[in-house]
């Protein structure tokens, strides 16, 4: 068997769920401005935010635009005026905070500490 002297583990989507996290930040931001975290809110910021990356990816906005362009679209959909780039650092803050484990990534983890592959702390 071969042996290995390096894993690299990407986080978001393999060790943890970063959907569930973001949820969470939509959900705060949703209610931080008075509307309500109802799946019909989260699905247009989600499309909003989806449409930003993809002009992203064709050049059109950096990411720096992205993060705060996507919240400045979805408050305009909504017809609300707010500060755009503080729903980002909001959202940013909740997401920070929202960190859930994909199921057995910890097992995984405490298994390659026993073999000396992995040293983590808990």
Known sequence: MKSYRTLFFDV???LLD??????????E???RYGLPATD????????????CWQEFEEGILSREQ???ER?????????????AA????????????SA????????????LKETGVFRCTW
Do not use: M, P, W
């Not at 019909?40 to 449409?51: D, I, Q, S, T, W």
């Not at 919240?71 to 500060?83: N, T, V, W």
């Not at 503080?86 to 905070?97: H, I, K, V, W």
């Open 100 to 111: 859930f484990l994909i199921g057995g990534a910890k097992e995984l983890l405490e298994e």
């Open 86 to 97: 503080e729903a980002e650092t909001l959202y940013r803050s909740f997401l920070d905070q």
């Open 66 to 68: 992205v993060v705060v």
């Open 12 to 14: 978001d989507g393999t």
């Open 71 to 83: 919240f400045r679209r979805f408050f305009g959909l909504k017809g609300i005026q707010a500060d």
């Open 40 to 51: 019909e809110n989260a699905g247009l910021y989600h499309r909003v935010n989806a449409k």
């Open 18 to 27: 970063f959907d569930r996290a973001e949820a969470v930040g939509i959900r």
């Open 29 to 31: 931001v949703l209610r």
